[in-house]
């Protein structure tokens, strides 16, 4: 299959599919001053191709290191990340990571920096294209020729988004991506990643700490922590929620709030 | 506006120091006229020494900041992105540049004589270590989060450090270089002292055997507007560069 046979012949033609992961008896600790520190603890778990999957859990609970396994930036210690049934070895060229800073190569224009997410197997011409393209979905054609520090902290954001989606991954991996964001930008971003998904269907996990964003953005939703108070243990699964309808959900549906107070019961806030 | 603004104090020393041969607070002696330094300097360009002098020490500060600035921008690439080369070179180049840079001399001289080598070679000394070290740092003080987001976009080995690394520092290599320059100059001046027969250094001591007060005064002045002037060419580069790469 060449690039000229898929629809607008800008898609690299091995990555334009969502891919299934798994997390299989995961198991992650880092040492410390204080002796070994366990993270993560035997984690399995299977994302389905294409859904939206949010990650939830308090700060420190190893959100950040588990999405850092799948994108191959952190090896586990045990266990192991699959993409598509083959394990993930260092970095990997089927994912594709946004964080929650740009960390966009401040002497680079918007339209160089969404370039660097292009796949080695892009062609100079196609990739152009792509990135022009991308540039215009997040809305920021006009603004390709800007330096990151020349523009404000949302459309940085978005050219960082754009970047990943230039690798036309299997897998999107998102780290609290809107979490520095101002209350507005945050919502269309929000918007803005559903219309994305909507257009190019990628299997995506979402870490994130804010309850109302996972509710409305996810198919499913991970609540990651601690089983007990024992430091000693490290963090799996608390729990696997699939949250109802379709999205975007209504936060102010009846079963949403439901879902809404459970959830923030586990993360220990109680009586709201 | 700047420029003028930059003008004001030199003006005013300029007219201090010839207030002084009115008042004659320090004698001609301690303190000749801007005249007679004038004098000089017109005396030294009618014999054709002065531009042998300042061409010498230009000449000689030039090749010994390029070449030292070469090896510290080598060294500290070397060490700055490798662990290895860190762990094997970083205590030698650390004793090395605790040796002050004066202490060199009889060696230089006993090595390769009194001659350009030595002169030359003592400014690579003092040119080198500002930028090694400058560079070093700074490559190791690149933003980890800038860096993890290249290699988390297949970014490794070379094209790493050409996309990430080296343009993430190229302003610290320019105060580097500033550093070096100044050195340079420094170095210069401390060689000449000791040992030769042209340059702004030797019309110093020269002078000063002497009693040339007026020819100390023009040398002085010689090496600030050189100093000045090679340190200014170098700022615009480093403006330009540091609008360019950050």
Known sequence: MTALLTPGGTHAPHHNQALGLRFSRLGRSFGS??????????????????????ILGTSGCGKSTLLRT??????????????????????????????????LLPWHTL???????????????????????????????????????????????????ARALARDPGVLLLD??????DALTRIRMQDLLLDI?????????????????????????????????????GSSILELIAVPGVRPHDRNSADLGALRSTLLSMLGVTGR | MRLLLSLVVPGLLLGAWQLNSVVGVFSPIQLPPPSAVLAAATELVERGELWLHVAI???????????GAALGLAFGALLGLSRLADALLMTTIG??????????????????????????????????????????????????????AGRAFGLRGVRLLTTVLLPAVVPAIFSGLRLGLAQAWLFLVAAELIASSLGLGFLLVDSSSNGRTDRIFLAIILLAVLGKTTDALLGVTERWAVRRWT
């Open chain 1, 33 to 54: 001053p204080e002796g070994k520190r366990i993270v993560l603890q035997d984690v399995s778990l299977d994302v389905r191709a294409g859904e939206i999957l949010a």
């Open chain 1, 70 to 103: 799948a994108a191959g930036l952190d090896a586990p210690d045990s266990g192991q990340v699959l993409i598509d049934g083959d394990p993930v070895r260092g970095i990997d060229e089927r994912c594709a990571v946004a964080f929650q800073e740009p960390r």
């Open chain 1, 111 to 161: 339209r160089a920096n969404v370039a660097i997410g292009l796949p080695r197997s892009a062609s100079a011409s196609t990739g152009k294209a792509k990135v022009l393209e991308l540039l215009e979905l997040v809305g920021l054609d006009p603004f390709a020729a800007l330096r990151p520090r020349e523009v404000s902290g949302g459309m940085a954001q978005r050219a960082s988004l």
């Open chain 1, 176 to 181: 609290e991506p809107f979490g520095a964001l």
């Open chain 1, 197 to 233: 998904h909507r257009v190019r269907p990628t299997t995506v996990l979402l870490v994130t700490h804010d309850v109302d964003e996972a509710l409305l953005l996810a198919d499913r939703i991970l609540v990651l922590g601690r089983g007990s108070a024992d430091t000693q243990e």
């Open chain 2, 57 to 67: 020490s230009t000449q000689r500060v030039l090749i010994g900041f390029t070449l």
């Open chain 2, 95 to 148: 004793a090395l540049r605790a040796v002050p840079s004066l202490a060199w001399v009889p060696l230089l001289i006993l090595w390769m004589k009194i001659g350009e080598d030595s002169k030359v070679t003592l400014i690579v000394i003092g040119a080198f270590f500002p930028v090694f070290t400058t560079l070093f740092l700074a490559l190791r003080h690149v933003d980890r989060q800038l860096v993890e």
